[in-house]
T-cell receptor, first 111, second 117 residues
Framework: AQRVTQPEKLLSVFKGAPVELKCNYS??????LFWYVQYSRQRLQLLLR??SRESIKGFTADLNKGETSFHLKKPFAQEEDSAMYYC?????????????FGPGTSLSVIP | EAGVVQSPRYKIIEKKQPVAFWCNPI?????LYWYRQNLGQGPELLIR????????DSQLPKDRFSAERLKGVDSTLKIQPAELGDSAVYLC???????????????FGPGTRLTVL
């Protein structure tokens, strides 16, 4: 069964410290992985997707198929990074594979 | 561009009452999604439309939930009758659809927070 887990509900780091938000998944096939973010009083929005291999707002995420993980990392956390982060998965069989969201991790960056 | 529009933003009703949510997707987006987000959880898909056709409603509790997208644009999600466990945030999202590639970024609305007393 498709499933996304995020082991940390809450994560607090100091400004300037490295941050890593963990995401593990289960999927029988070749998935697409994403990170969505929701800042306070804003809408849920796409942060990045693994297939793009890009860095957005200093964040990167590498898909590790062996460990079935897609952890989100940033070397130096900023206060504006405080938000709710959701890891999500979609199949790649067709365009209609639905997106499965994880439970989310609330990141708090302490000034 | 206002993005995905949803109304109302908040709704408080008593159990057994009906309730309806409205969504207007981004212009030109063929795919429309309704999600339910319970407290402390990620969004869960209820139904997905491709134009006016519901192509995935496997998670929609059909005994009390219904949805429509009559002209392939706006959509309405209804609950009748509402139960205490229906308290959640109901999110609408839209994307370009199949023509644009394997995965289309979903754009979310602000959500409707439903409280059932």
């Amino acid at each position: 069964a498709q499933r996304v887990t995020q082991p940390e509900k809450l994560l607090s780091v100091f400004k300037g410290a490295p941050v890593e938000l963990k995401c593990n998944y289960s999927y029988s096939g070749s998935p697409e992985l994403f990170w969505y973010v929701q800042y306070s009083r804003q809408r849920l929005q796409l942060l990045l997707r693994h297939i793009s291999r890009e860095s957005i707002k200093g964040f990167t995420a590498d898909l590790n198929k062996g460990e079935t993980s897609f952890h989100l990392k940033k070397p130096f956390a900023q206060e504006e990074d405080s938000a709710m982060y959701y890891c999500a998965l979609s199949g790649r069989k067709t365009s209609y594979d639905k997106v499965i969201f994880g439970p989310g991790t609330s990141l708090s960056v302490i000034p | 561009e206002a993005g995905v529009v949803q109304s109302p933003r908040y709704k408080i009703i008593e159990k057994k009452q009906p309730v309806a949510f409205w969504c207007n997707p981004i212009s030109g987006h063929n795919t429309l999604y309704w999600y339910r987000q319970n407290l402390g959880q990620g969004p869960e898909l209820l139904i997905r439309y491709e134009n006016e056709e519901a192509v995935d409603d496997s998670q929609l509790p059909k005994d009390r939930f219904s949805a429509e997208r009559l002209k392939g644009v706006d959509s309405t999600l209804k609950i009748q009758p509402a139960e205490l466990g229906d308290s959640a945030v109901y999110l609408c999202a839209s994307s370009l659809g199949l023509a644009s590639g394997i995965y289309n970024e979903q754009f979310f609305g602000p959500g409707t927070r439903l409280t059932v007393l």
